[in-house]
């Protein structure tokens, strides 16, 4: 009762007052009353969601006081040194390979920044799975990267607690905890049980209380001892598990964790129970059940029984269950510590709440709890240890896991936690036998998906390996124990525990067979295979991780001699498995044919192991060797995956899809190579070094399947391979025997020299990124190796053997990264042709380096004539222990194969290529260059009488190689050329048949296979030296025809009569196609240098001048045969094939000549096209192309047409149109006042201001002159388009409108994925390809009156005042063709429409009334201003550079005037009002305007260069040009005017008197009406009238106001106040009439354009400086009409006066448009913006990105900020730059373009030091805005030209 009383009460004071009962000594009291307070509040009966529990909790442990409070208070003790702050998933963190101790070290962004890591190697990255800081952590990191917060150790001079603080805590927790079990225990329900699952629930309503907890250990180290006294505590546990007897809920509670802990052992009851019948069995009957189970247990160590009738004893004790299932459990007795298999048992709530985090599969804020409770060192050590007694329960959840990534996540991302510390890790492998039990559990769960293996006899293969399609590999759910397995692995006292442990070695071997022949390939035969499996990705992986990886971790503790009994040891299980396996899968000599697995763990194991034994600790090779029977049968696989690598690459897997290609890819890329095909041809080079090389060189033939093509006959018959596999075939073969004997990777090669070869051959194959070259590298993959090894450093190898070429940016557009070339001396003498062959993952890599190589030899001048072939390089020596590997190189079989191919090279045979000759020569040449030692006889000539049954006298190739073959004996079929010749009457004298019978016992035969039969026949028959003898097959001639091959084969003899050298010398003669290429004394004259690079040719000369150097016997050899001047004939038969070759070479060299005509005819016709077409961007190729110039002066345009190809003109009813591109653009909306760009704000105090740009200020200027003037006046007063005008641009092309509409038919109907709207009126130029959305008419040619029109009259200028005014008043008159609607008007309608539907409405409707004419009006002319505005900025903001200028695009201005024309001429103007009269008469005075009608704009507020284009828009065309000049000029009068009123506004008003009155003074003078003062003086005097005018701006200090104005800075500002309209008036005056724009320097720009427009007389061009007012031309008297235009304003009531007198200041300048200035520091932007929340959603973007115009932070695709389907980024692209948006994705680095309904990746303007890009920031490394890019991205932005440069767009929908 007392307790619900107390809940009655206010929690606080309850509180309080039970904390002060507590505190007494005798509190037997308080402690009762607490309980039974905390039986009543944390009822776990009541629903988890009712947060009334966690009030009370918070308020009790607080004792009192405020939550708030009580965290400060406790925080004030944090005595932790560690920083231990816990991230999840996508969480920024560094990571400092300097500083790291474990490679998993990571550091949490704060630290970082607070710690120095300059200099050091580091990087920032995403966290996958979750982790945690490790600052502070002296095992897993330096303490000199500490951050000064952890480098003090702050915590360890922490006051010590107060009892009372904590007390509460430690009584109210254990409660709470308690509870929270519970209600974990309640909710928890088995999967296979009938009720819906809903972990998620249960979870969510614990989501404050778990949270609470979380909170609890972020109150820092006081707060945790007590909880991990709490959790850890066994006493506390006992007292609460269970609850109180008479409570039925907790009864009830216990029992539900009771069963769920029944099923917690690795083989639980009913699993066996079920599996019995969910398990297929094995083999059908029990005898196969019985042998399958047997292998399957001898494998895994245990005892196999050893006859059926035991293992069906066996049988029966388990109840007849199947084989797999008893595997399982037999499998128990193999782990050596039982308790591994039983149950769990808990005894504290730590082991609980783990044990429900691994049934609710993980929840993060569990994790996140349980880490954030690390920086405790005793919970540290019991958590491990209740972690690891878990581990095997943690596995099997995880396989039985819906969301096994996830989980698999959590896992590791507790376990790199615990296991990265060297400490603990050894702590719980010696504790609790941690490596049993990751091994142990591994091997069961490989177990769950094993199958019985295919390789070699199908039948009766005892050998199961994993199925790789089943989910546990495909989806990689093993890697969280492999991972951890390899993290703890590389702890030099945990491996060596492995190491030591044989039981577990064996073990483990029994795993790796588990992947030995896995995913097996059999090759398709008849038809394709339906379905392509992808399993190999699997495979590949699980060999990667569960074998490699374990691997390597082992082999770097074994790097001393100390280590020596490790490697024995593994070396001898190694033997152990293969053997055992070699018996499972019933091998006995030869492989299965068409099958091949490229998995192969064991032999890998053991020759890495190998490796290193004799590489780094100095064992003996032979004392780790098996016999030779054991090495032939190791050779078989590896040797079986090369040759299969070779057919796949001739095209004999076809059938079996392209997965296998990806296969034979795989093995050889670079993050695999090292554990694959490495350890394979190393294993392979130790069984060529120990067994007999004519076995080793026959088997490689034969398994490359070109036994029968080594013949002397020119025919021949292959029974396995097709013709044209032949030859890929051969060069396989020959190329694998070069790699073999010359490839010194594991043979002797240093760290240093691997890496550098390693580096040379990918750099040789292209040029390559720094990171790409990183990750191509191979390197040892085991996690803790860090960098690659050797003392040598990445970096200096790297700058040793290349040169860094800068990011360079081509005009084209492609952004070019920073990358790395060799360097010259590399090309001369490290190119290594093998070790690219072997390290190519694309066949095209290997020509790609030739072509390189022989680019650089034509360049050096070395080589120029020709293909040069692969040069040879010399090798560094072999390791005394591989000695035995150069017999191979001197073996008869290979000299006879040899011997074989130069012959039938020479005879033209087929199949043979260069490649193969290559090959051959690489051969004989590593023969001579690696002598064997024994031979000492070798330069005595050797005795003939050896010669009888064998081909060659001796091993030895030097003096193999002048030995002459006299004749040989061939098979060939009865068809065959050498047949027919035989038959030749029989020899006549006795003496010829005599000679004829002793060539026949001469003859040599040679059979490969049998030469192999005999070898293999010799090593297993080595007990007796006679035993050789005997075996010897006799009738070797015959045994090897291959079974089925047509018997017609009869024996003929051939005379041959040639040595290895002779052959030579005939090939060097049939290469250069001479004669006598050498002739006797060329060994004399040879100088050895000029060998090394070249062809065939040079080869040939470099192998005999080796063997003449090597060998005295083959000097004389060679001279010899050099010396018989006789031309060599060929055998007879061969003449006119000979003759053939000739002229067949002869034949392709014209056809080839004919060839490099045609293409260069070809490329100089590109380049010309190139030239006239177009580059967006070459000023060369721009030279003023401006078709207004050139149409003007021919008497008719003549168009071509680029679809129909017809040359024209233009005509009313068959139009021509330019083909052009229409784009809003609001790039003059956004310059601003001053030149200095504005940067982007990175913190929180800077801001972007938009207020002051160019398309604010017009908008500001319209809307006041809409408050106070008639709307119509208005809207011919100003333009609009600053923002959203349409901007018109073309390649120059032009084409047929007709033509076009069919064109755009032809693009509708063709359903390729283009990059553009058909439907949206898109195109491609036809021609150039350029990107265009329109065609704009071009007018019909004028003829007569052109020249008339352009003629300058000497009219004075009152006289032509007067003729403009007539000609608007003809206006009205005009004759729009209404009647007869021609071709050209109905096209030109069109593209008005297209105009106007490029833009938004809103930047299309600036009237009261939307949608009137005079709206439309002013979106007309403006679309005119835009372009001319936009072409001077890209002239660069004025006309200096005259008329070649680089941005000059070719224009379309006069097209585009002609239709705006056309167009305007349908409006009427309201000519009451004409600005003309305005501008030219002084008006009487008329005061009929009515009060309540607006009045019109007064002149000076009007813009001069609107009003010049509406005037010249309106009236007739062509307009003739001195009505042109005379328009500017009054306009000039008025812009003039305009400039001294502007100017009169910023003096101080003492000034204006002063300037007021000394100007009064000169208005008599004679020139008054053109000098400045007198006209300044009558301005301040008109607008003095009306205090109000001057009065408004005396608020303003003006900026200059505290300078002193002088005449010369006054004649400054007016001449900057007029400029602006002079070079516009300029531009229209250029493409109106074509007249030159002549550069000028900037200083006297305002001169050269006055003139220019004929405003100064020529001969008032001298040099000294001119004044603006000089330019004036006035036709009436200028006061009058001065004084008219001021009194407009004047005029003006009071309240209108007061605002729009800010009209009259006006500055017309504007800045070129910038993009916003970026930091240098990519990191700056980083950290400001990634937790930046949005301003519209307040959230922190999944995605953010800044606008790169305006600086806006956005959400990339958030769907937060969606409005009516449209995402943020899109939206502010269409706000911000009339749908053109620059965005830079804060995670990507990468900026994206979105041009109207497309977008594209740009690329970055940020690089790292290596000058290439990270696009989403996966290295991390730091990055620096690259000047060059962004001005390049810049330019993109100004002159319009993303749509022409950027070539992949994507439809964006919406959706950014």
């Known amino acids: 009762m007392m307790a619900a009383s107390l809940v009655r009460r206010d929690k606080n004071s309850t509180a309080a007052h039970l904390k002060a009962d507590l505190n007494w000594t005798d509190n037997t009291s308080g402690v009762r009353q607490l309980q039974e307070l905390l039986d009543c509040v944390l009822n776990p009966e009541k629903p988890a969601a009712d947060t009334e529990a966690l009030d009370w909790c918070k308020c009790l442990i607080a004792g009192g006081e405020g939550f708030e409070e009580f965290c400060k208070t406790v925080r004030s003790y944090d005595n932790a040194t560690l920083c231990g702050l816990v991230w999840t998933a996508n969480f920024v963190a560094y990571r400092c390979r300097t500083c790291g101790i474990s490679p998993c070290m990571s550091l949490c962004a704060e630290c970082f920044n607070n710690g120095d890591h300059t200099g050091h190697d580091f990087n920032m990255f995403r966290s996958q799975a979750g982790g945690a800081c490790d600052c502070g952590d002296s095992n897993v990191m330096r303490e000199t990267g500490f951050c000064n917060r952890h480098r003090l150790r702050t915590g360890e001079n922490v006051p010590t607690v107060p009892r009372d603080l904590l007390l509460m805590s430690e009584m109210v927790l254990p409660r709470f905890i308690i509870c929270i079990i519970q209600y974990l225990r309640d909710g928890y329900t088995e999967p296979d049980t009938s009720t819906e699952r809903d972990l998620q629930k249960v979870l969510q309503q614990l989501e404050p209380q778990i949270s609470f907890l979380e909170e609890l250990t972020k109150m820092g180290g006081a707060m945790r001892t007590v909880l991990t006294k709490i959790l850890t505590n066994q006493q506390i546990f006992k007292d609460l598990s269970m609850g109180q007897e008479d409570n039925v809920y907790a009864k009830m509670n216990y029992e539900k964790y009771l069963s769920a802990l029944k099923n917690s052992c690795l083989v639980s009851v009913e699993e066996k129970a079920q599996s019995g019948a969910a398990e297929p069995t094995l083999g059908a009957e029990a005898g196969a059940e019985a042998g399958a189970g047997a292998g399957a247990l001898g494998l895994l160590g245990a005892e196999a029984p050893a006859s059926p009738d035991e293992s069906n004893k066996e049988e029966d004790l388990d109840g007849g269950q199947s084989v797999g299932q008893r595997k399982r459990v037999k499998l128990s007795s193999t782990a050596k510590d039982q308790s591994i298999m039983d149950s769990l048992k808990h005894k504290c709530f730590l082991e609980e709440l783990l044990f429900w985090t691994i049934k609710y599969e993980f929840p993060q804020k569990m994790v996140t709890f349980l880490l954030n409770m690390l920086p405790d060192q005793d919970y540290k050590i019991t958590f491990t240890k209740t972690f690891v007694q878990h581990y095997a329960f943690i596995m099997k959840t995880l396989m039985k896991s819906q969301e096994s990534d996830t989980m698999s996540n959590r896992i590791v991302h507790i376990s790199v936690q615990l296991f990265s510390n060297e400490e603990l890790a050894r702590h719980v492998t010696e504790e609790c036998q941690l490596l049993d039990i990751m091994v142990t559990v591994l091997l069961y769960m490989m177990e769950s998906c094993l199958i019985k293996s295919e390789l070699q006899d199908e039948e009766n293969s005892r050998h199961v390996v994993v199925n790789c399609s089943e989910p546990l590999l495909k989806n990689n759910t093993y890697w969280p124990l492999v991972s951890d397995f390899i993290n703890i692995l590389s702890h030099q006292s945990v491996a060596k525990k492995f190491l030591e442990d044989h039981s577990l070695l064996m073990l483990w071997m029994s795993f790796v067979s588990f992947f030995q022949g896995m995913n097996l390939n059999k090759r398709e035969l008849s038809e394709h295979v339906e379905f392509e499996s992808q399993t190999y990705y699997a495979a590949f992986a699980a060999e990667l991780e569960a074998c490699a990886q374990p691997m390597w971790g082992l082999l770097t503790h074994c790097k001393v001699k100390e280590t020596q009994e490790y490697t024995k040891t593994v070396v001898r299980y190694c033997l152990e498995t293969l053997q055992i396996w070699f018996d499972a899968i019933g091998f006995v000599d030869e492989p299965a044919p068409n099958q091949v697995t490229f998995h192969l763990p064991l032999h890998r194991y053991y020759a890495m192991f190998l490796s290193k034994a004799v590489k780094c600790q100095g064992l003996d090779l032979d004392s780790l060797l098996p016999h030779q029977e054991m090495l032939m049968k190791i050779m078989v696989h590896p040797l079986q995956i090369q040759a299969s690598l070779s057919e796949i690459h001739s095209n004999m897997w076809v059938r079996n899809g392209l997965q296998i290609k990806g296969q034979a890819m795989t093995y050889v890329q670079s993050h695999f190579c090292n554990s694959m095909i490495d350890p394979d041809i190393f294993l392979l080079q130790v069984c060529a070094s120990r067994l007999d090389p004519d076995y080793f060189i026959s088997s490689v033939f034969e398994r490359f399947k070109v036994v029968d093509l080594l013949t002397m006959a020119s025919v021949h018959q292959n029974a396995v391979l097709d013709g044209e596999q032949e030859r890929p075939m051969l060069e396989g073969a020959l190329t694998f025997l070069v790699i073999l004997s010359s490839l010194r990777i594991h043979l002797g090669m240093a760290d240093d020299e691997i890496l550098r070869a390693e580096m040379v051959s990918q750099l040789c194959m292209n040029d390559r990124t720094h990171s790409s070259l990183l990750d191509l590298i191979p390197e040892n993959p085991n996690p803790k190796s860090g960098i690659v090894p050797g003392s040598c450093s990445f970096e200096e190898m790297l700058s040793a053997v290349a040169d860094f070429k800068a990011p360079v940016f081509e005009p084209g557009g492609s952004m070019q990264q920073g990358m790395y070339t060799p360097k010259e001396e590399v090309w001369e003498k490290e190119f290594d042709p093998i070790m690219v062959v072997l390290r190519t993952v694309y066949r095209r890599d290997v020509q790609s380096a030739m072509d390189r190589y022989s680019a650089f030899l034509k360049q050096s001048g070395m080589h120029t004539t020709g293909n040069p072939w692969p040069p040879y390089k010399e090798r560094t020596p072999l390791h005394p222990c591989y000695k035995g590997l150069d017999r191979l190189l001197h073996c008869k079989t290979l000299h006879i194969v040899i011997f074989t191919l130069l012959y039938k090279i020479w005879l033209d045979h087929s199949n043979m290529s260069e490649h193969v000759l290559c090959m051959v020569l690489y051969l004989i040449e590593l023969g001579l260059d690696n002598q064997v030692q024994e031979d000492k006889e070798e330069e005595e000539p050797c005795i003939e009488e050896h010669c009888h049954d064998s081909w060659f006298p001796g091993t030895n190739l030097l003096s193999n190689l002048h030995h002459v073959i006299n004749y040989v004996r061939v098979r060939v079929p009865e068809t065959a050329p050498e047949v027919k010749r035989e038959k030749d009457p029989p020899p006549s004298t006795s003496a010829q048949a005599s000679n004829f019978g002793q060539n026949v016992r001469e003859a040599q035969v040679f059979s490969l296979v049998a030469e192999r039969r005999r070898k293999f026949q010799e090593i297993i028959n080595r007990s007796s030296t006679e035993a050789s003898q005997v075996v010897r097959p006799k009738s070797s001639s015959t045994r090897w025809v291959p079974p089925g091959t047509p018997p017609q084969l009869v024996t003929e003899i051939l005379e041959i009569r040639e040595s290895m050298l002779s052959l030579l010398i005939k090939l060097h003669q049939k290469l250069s196609a001479k004669q006598n290429s050498l002739s006797a004394t060329w060994l004399e004259d040879m100088e050895t240098s000029s060998h090394a690079h070249g062809d065939g040719i040079t080869a040939i000369e470099r192998v005999l001048t080796k063997a003449a150097t090597r060998s005295r016997q083959s000097k004389r050899s060679i001279q010899e045969i050099c010396g018989k001047v006789s031309p060599p004939v060929a055998p007879k038969k061969n003449s006119p094939t000979d003759k053939k070759t000739m002229d067949k070479d002869e034949r392709r060299q014209r056809g080839r000549e004919r060839q490099q005509k045609l293409l260069a005819e070809f490329a100089s016709r590109q380049k010309s096209f190139m030239e006239t077409a177009m580059d967006v961007e070459s000023p060369d190729a721009e030279a003023a192309m401006d078709l207004g110039a050139s149409e003007v002066m021919e008497s008719e345009v003549l168009y071509d047409c680029v679809i129909c190809g017809q040359s024209g003109p233009s005509t009313e009813d068959r139009p021509t149109g330019l083909v052009v591109l229409l784009q809003a653009s609001s790039v003059l909306g956004h310059r601003c006042k001053s030149d200095e760009t504005k940067q982007l704000p990175t913190a929180d105090d800077e ?361 010369h800075s006054i004649e400054y500002s007016l001449q900057q106040f007029c400029l602006p309209y002079l070079r516009l008036s300029c531009l229209l005056q250029h493409h109106l009439y074509g007249d030159k724009l002549s550069g000028c320097p900037e200083v006297e720009e305002f001169s050269g354009l006055a003139g220019c427009l004929g405003l100064l007389a020529p001969a008032l061009q001298p040099s000294n400086p001119i004044y603006s007012a000089s330019c004036l031309d006035w036709t009436v008297n200028a006061f009058d009409l001065m004084s008219q235009w001021c009194s407009e304003v004047t005029g003006l009531s009071d309240t209108q006066a007061k605002k729009s007198i800010t009209l009259l200041v006006q500055d017309p300048q504007w800045a070129s448009p910038h993009l916003l200035h970026l930091p240098d520091h990519y990191n700056i932007i980083f950290q400001y913006y990634h937790k930046k929340a949005c301003s519209s959603c307040k959230k922190v973007p999944k995605d953010p990105a800044l606008c790169l115009v305006c600086g806006a932070f956005v959400c990339l695709k958030g769907l937060c900020c969606k409005q009516q389907g449209i995402c943020e980024c899109v939206l502010h692209s269409q706000h911000c730059g009339a749908a053109t948006g620059i965005f830079l994705l804060i995670n990507a680095s990468v900026i994206i373009i979105i041009r109207g309904h497309r977008f594209c990746l740009w690329g970055s303007v940020y690089l790292d030091a290596h000058g290439e890009e990270d696009r989403d920031l996966r290295r991390g490394k730091p990055l620096f805005l690259c000047v060059e890019r962004y001005r390049v991205l810049q330019q993109q932005w100004v002159s319009h030209t993303f749509d022409h440069i950027n070539k992949r767009w994507g439809p964006h929908y919406n959706g950014l």
């Open 1247 to 1607: 801001h972007i201001y938009p207020a002051d740009t160019c398309g604010a200020a017009h908008d500001v200027r319209l809307a006041l002159m809409q408050r106070f003037f008639k709307d119509s006046s208005c809207l011919q007063s100003v333009s609009i388009g600053w923002d959203g005008g349409v901007y018109v641009q073309t390649c120059g092309h032009t084409l047929h409108i007709d033509c076009h509409k069919s064109y755009m038919e032809s693009l509708r109907n063709d359903q390729v994925l283009q990059g553009f709207s058909v439907d949206k009126g898109e195109f491609t130029c036809p021609l150039c390809r350029q990107f265009a959305n329109s065609v704009l008419p071009c007018r019909p040619g004028r003829s007569t009156e052109v020249v008339s029109w352009h003629m300058p009259t000497n009219k004075k200028t009152s006289v032509l005042v007067k003729e403009v005014e007539d000609l608007q008043e003809q206006l009205g008159l005009f004759p729009v063709s209404t009647t007869t609607e021609s071709n050209l008007s109905k096209e030109m309608e069109s593209v008005i429409k297209d105009i106007k539907n490029t833009t938004q409405r809103k930047y299309m409707d600036y009237g009261k009334n939307p949608g009137s004419p005079d709206n439309d009006f002013l979106f007309m002319y403006s679309v005119a201003r835009t372009n001319l505005e936009l072409e001077l900025v890209h002239r660069g903001g004025n006309l200096c550079s005259g008329g070649a200028s680089a941005a000059a695009k070719r224009s379309c201005l006069n097209q585009l005037f002609h239709v705006l024309a056309m167009h305007m001429r349908l409006y009427s103007i309201d000519s009451a009002y004409n600005p003309w009269t305005r501008l030219t008469q002084v008006a009487q005075r008329r005061d009929d305007c009515l009060d309540d009608e607006r009045p019109e704009v007064p002149m000076l507020f009007r813009d001069c260069p609107s009003l010049l284009i509406i005037f010249v828009l309106t009236m007739p065309q062509p307009l003739r040009k001195e009505h042109f000049i005379c328009l500017v000029r009054m306009l000039y009068n008025l812009q003039y005017t305009q400039a001294l009123a502007s100017l009169s506004a910023k003096f101080s008003p003492e000034e204006r008197q002063a300037w007021s009155t000394s100007g009064a003074l000169k208005k008599n003078a004679f020139n008054a009406e053109k000098s400045y003062d007198a006209l300044l003086s009558h301005v301040i005097g008109e607008l003095s009238k009306v205090k109000t005018v001057y009065d408004v701006n005396t608020e303003v200090p003006s900026m200059l106001s505290s300078s002193v104005w002088s005449p």
